[in-house]
C-alpha cells in the first residue's frame, strides 16, 4: 500500500472533525446504515492497545427489554447523582438532558477483557489499567468516525458499573467503559452542550500543559 501524504488541507479538515466531534443526547430516530456503522467499527478496532491485546468488546443492545432495563438502570443512577448537588447546582442538574437512551437508533455497551490472553500480557503487567485505556482509545476513534459521516456518539456514564456485565450477560471479569448511544444528531454544533448550558466552560490548554 502507498504511504499517504497527509497535506494542510487535510489537517485543516481533520481539525473541523475535532472542533466538530459532539457529545449528543438529543437523537433522531432514523436508523444508521449498517455499512456505515461497520466501517466505524472496523477502524475503532485499528486503535492502538498494550501488547496489541485488542481488549475492546462491543456489545450491540437490540433488545427492546435490555433497552428499558438500562433506561431504569440509568434513571436510577441519575437520581442519586442528582442528589449530591445543591442549590443552583443541583436545579441546573436537573435540567440537563444527560443521555439519549430512549432515542438512539443504535446502543452499543462496550467492555474491557481484562483477562485476554491476546498479546500475552506485554506492558500490562505494571499497568493492568492500560488495557482499559486500550479500549477507550478505540472509542475515540469510533466517535470520530461517526462524526464524520455526520453520526453523533453520545458517551453514557451514568449507569451502575457492577452490574452491566450481568445485565448484558457477558463474562463477569469484563470491565464496562461505557454505554454508547448512536445516531444522526438533531443538530450539529462546535460548542458542547455542557458549555452552551453553563455548567463548565472549556479551558485553555495551557491550563493543562505542565513543565518540570
Ligand atoms: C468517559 C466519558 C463519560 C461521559 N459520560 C457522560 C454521561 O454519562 N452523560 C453525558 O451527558 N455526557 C457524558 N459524557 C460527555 C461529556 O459530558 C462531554 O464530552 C463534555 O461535556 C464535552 O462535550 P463534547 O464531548 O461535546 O465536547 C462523557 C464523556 C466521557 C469522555
Not at 9 to 14: K, M, S, T
Not at 44 to 54: D, I, M
Not at 59 to 64: I, L
Not at 190 to 199: A, F, H, M, Y
Request: charged residues 30%; hydrophobic residues 40%; glycine residues 6%.
Amino acid at each position: 500500500m502507498k504511504t499517504p501524504v497527509f497535506n494542510k488541507e487535510f489537517r485543516d479538515r481533520l481539525h473541523d472533525l475535532l472542533v466538530w466531534r459532539r457529545d449528543v443526547r438529543r437523537f433522531r430516530t432514523d436508523p444508521v446504515d449498517e455499512e456505515l456503522l461497520s466501517d466505524c467499527l472496523q477502524m475503532a478496532c485499528r486503535g492502538p492497545s498494550v501488547g496489541n491485546s485488542q481488549p475492546w468488546r462491543f456489545v450491540r443492545v437490540t433488545s427492546p427489554d435490555t433497552k428499558d432495563e438500562l433506561i431504569r438502570a440509568f434513571e436510577a443512577e441519575n437520581e442519586k447523582a442528582l442528589a449530591d448537588y445543591e442549590g443552583e447546582d443541583a436545579a441546573l442538574y436537573a435540567r440537563l438532558k444527560l443521555a439519549g437512551l430512549r432515542e438512539a437508533p443504535v446502543q452499543i455497551s462496550v467492555f474491557a477483557n481484562v483477562e485476554t490472553a491476546i498479546g500475552k500480557g506485554l506492558g500490562s503487567r505494571t499497568m493492568p489499567e492500560a488495557k482499559m485505556y486500550s479500549v477507550v482509545s478505540a472509542v475515540q476513534i469510533l466517535w470520530l468516525m461517526l462524526r464524520s459521516y455526520d453520526v453523533g456518539l453520545g458517551w453514557v456514564s451514568i449507569l451502575p458499573p457492577d452490574r452491566m456485565a450481568s445485565l448484558l450477560e457477558v463474562d463477569s471479569s469484563w470491565v464496562f467503559i461505557g454505554h454508547l448511544c448512536i445516531g444522526y444528531p438533531e443538530e450539529q454544533t462546535d460548542t458542547p452542550e455542557l458549555v452552551k448550558e453553563g455548567w463548565q466552560d472549556r479551558l485553555p490548554m495551557e491550563k493543562f500543559l505542565l513543565e518540570r
